[in-house]
């Protein structure tokens, strides 16, 4: 059998935590291995458990399946979510760290709203619109989502709106699994920096992307899940947030007769938080 030495080890651990610091990860506790590693007991190299999909929780994102790691970021030590915010765009720079970069994307788009918003809003990429503008959700699809918001009681500048990725896919694609994987890392640290009580992701990529389950629309809403971001070290006296799935509104915009049902997922979101029921629907 194949032996792997300690030199050999030592560069493929370099060479991934190279990778992870190019996603803006800096910091890695190694866990206990479930399974005995090739590395040699006698290493003082951390050992890193490999699991398999199909071992691994469907409550796990992508980034978690890479490696047995969890973050510890920049911002970790941060409380304000201001500050912290501010540090995770830093951060992410001028990303080249997916091909999105180079496929005419004019500017990246972080996020909006209320760092310390009990509301989050997750979309899967941003749009013409919104690549011109810098800011997510200034389309027709984002006036729809503006309607929603005032239809929940809330202005858009209370609540917190991000994608999945931060670059604008070409021809308004769906982003593909490695962008997604590349970049939802940073979405992951914007959600631990804002501790939010409720996420709502908007459409089938942003449900797969944040719960990773592989599921339709119909099976996905109509009931919340219990979110605690992934490979992200976030503050231990935050409990996670409850998550919930609806239509995305460019789908509404397309299909308004699904409206009554996006309807029913957010005052379902609207109930959990206390909010006052409105006197007009969406
Ligand atoms: S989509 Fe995300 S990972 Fe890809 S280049 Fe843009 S900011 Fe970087």
Redesign the pocket.
């Known amino acids: 059998m194949a032996t792997i030495s300690n030199s050999e080890l030592r560069r493929a651990l370099a060479e991934r935590v190279r990778f992870y610091n190019e996603l803006g990860i800096y910091d890695f506790y190694a866990r206990e291995p479930r399974t005995a590693s090739t590395a040699d007991e006698g290493s003082s190299i951390p050992k890193i458990s490999a699991y398999s999909r199909e071992e691994m929780s469907p409550r796990k994102s992508s980034v978690v399946a890479k490696a047995e790691m969890q973050l510890v970021s920049p911002e970790h030590n941060i409380s304000d979510p201001v500050a912290a915010l501010r540090l995770i765009r830093e951060d992410?720079g001028d990303?080249?760290?997916?091909k999105?970069?180079q496929q005419g994307?004019k500017q990246?788009v972080f996020g909006v709203g209320n760092p310390r918003a009990d509301l989050l809003f997750v979309g899967e990429g941003p749009g013409a619109d919104e690549d011109a503008q810098g800011e997510p959700f200034v389309g027709r699809a984002g006036q729809l989502l503006n309607n929603m918001i005032k239809a929940m009681g809330l202005r858009r500048e209370e609540i917190y709106i991000a994608n999945v990725?931060?670059?604008r896919p070409p021809g308004n694609r769906t982003p593909e699994r490695d962008?997604c994987e590349?970049?939802s890392p940073?979405l992951m640290r914007q959600i631990a920096a804002i501790k939010p009580k409720v996420i709502v992701a908007l459409g089938a990529v942003s449900a797969k992307n944040l719960l990773a389950i592989n599921a339709p629309m119909s099976e996905l809403r109509g009931r919340f899940y219990d979110f605690m971001p992934t490979g992200v070290a976030s503050d231990p006296e935050w409990r996670g947030a409850k998550l919930a799935v609806t239509y995305h509104p460019a789908f509404l915009l397309r299909d308004p007769r699904q409206k009554g049902e996006a309807w029913k997922d957010l005052q379902m979101v609207m109930k959990y938080l206390g909010l006052k029921p409105p006197t007009a629907p969406v």
């Open positions: 992410l990303c080249t760290r997916c999105l970069h994307r990246i990725v931060k670059c962008e590349t970049c940073f």
